[in-house]
């Protein structure tokens, strides 16, 4: 489950969500990884862009790979203006064992870092800055570039 | 459309020289193409560029254009690159009418 709100991410409503959907599930293992807005270099806040046709399929590639070891995803990110201490990201694992949901968390949220389509900006002085050297350019980056 | 009416909308786009130029290009190496393609170029996040509709057949044509592109140049080495929302790894990518092409510049989530 993938879902994307156009505003900060209400952490508790959303654990304690998916918490009682999976609760009867037979899951040994829930563990969720929840990604806060850090006050750092004089941010006021972060904001995102979301490309979802290539973000849903990034997302159904890797809950196809997580149901194959019987473990579930769920993820949940904001679009636009985010403050200090709010939430922006807040990634999830159930599975029968801990061991899978304790590596797939590790993968997941690497691979998100690497790859999901989304874009951040700091928020400062109220302008909108993109993150450049925070970003990682998706793999097989660079095609259309010249050729050397 | 034809192949004069390329021209002429590409002349609005300050293109003429560089879409004559793949014409050349295309009718020496293939001689199939006859009826204009209309492609779609999107630039997503950081990327301050409106999309474009270009004429070309597959991804080495979009190159030779977006490397003449002040606005977009700089991106190029960072960007990748999906037609229909399917991230692509070869210029040697054949398309269609209609194709949607997306540039994606450097990701950070969370």
């Given at each position: 489950m993938l879902s994307i709100y156009?505003?900060?991410?209400d952490v508790p409503k959303l654990l304690k969500e998916w918490y009682e959907s999976e609760a009867?599930?037979?899951?040994g293992a829930y563990i969720p990884f929840v990604g806060t807005v850090r006050s750092e270099d004089g941010i006021d806040g972060l904001s995102f862009d979301i490309y979802e046709p290539i973000l849903n399929s990034w997302f159904e590639a890797w809950q196809k790979k997580a149901n194959e070891k019987g473990a579930v995803i769920k993820m949940a990110h904001s679009r636009g203006d985010v403050m200090l201490h709010e939430s922006s990201y807040i990634a999830a694992v159930f599975s029968p064992k801990r061991r899978v949901a304790l590596e797939f968390i590790d993968e997941f949220v690497e691979d998100f870092k690497a790859s999901a389509p989304i874009w951040k900006y700091d928020l400062i002085d109220g302008k909108r800055v993109y993150a450049k050297k925070r970003s990682t350019a998706i793999k097989g980056s660079g095609i259309l570039g010249a050729k050397s | 459309m034809k192949r004069e009416e390329v021209k002429v909308f590409y002349f609005s786009k300050n293109h003429s020289v560089i879409i004559q130029h793949l014409t050349y290009l295309r009718y020496n190496k293939?001689?199939?193409?006859?009826d204009i393609f209309v492609v779609k170029v999107e630039f997503l996040g950081p990327i301050q560029k409106e999309a474009l509709e270009l004429d070309i057949v597959d991804l080495n044509e979009l190159a030779v254009i977006l490397q003449e592109d002040e606005e977009v140049k700089e991106w190029l080495e960072s960007c990748a690159v999906a037609v229909n929302d399917t991230l692509v790894s070869s210029l040697e990518c054949p398309l269609k009418d209609g194709d949607k092409i997306s540039l994606l510049p450097p990701v950070c989530g969370g």
């Open positions: 156009d505003s900060a991410l009867q599930s037979n899951y | 293939e001689k199939k193409h006859k």
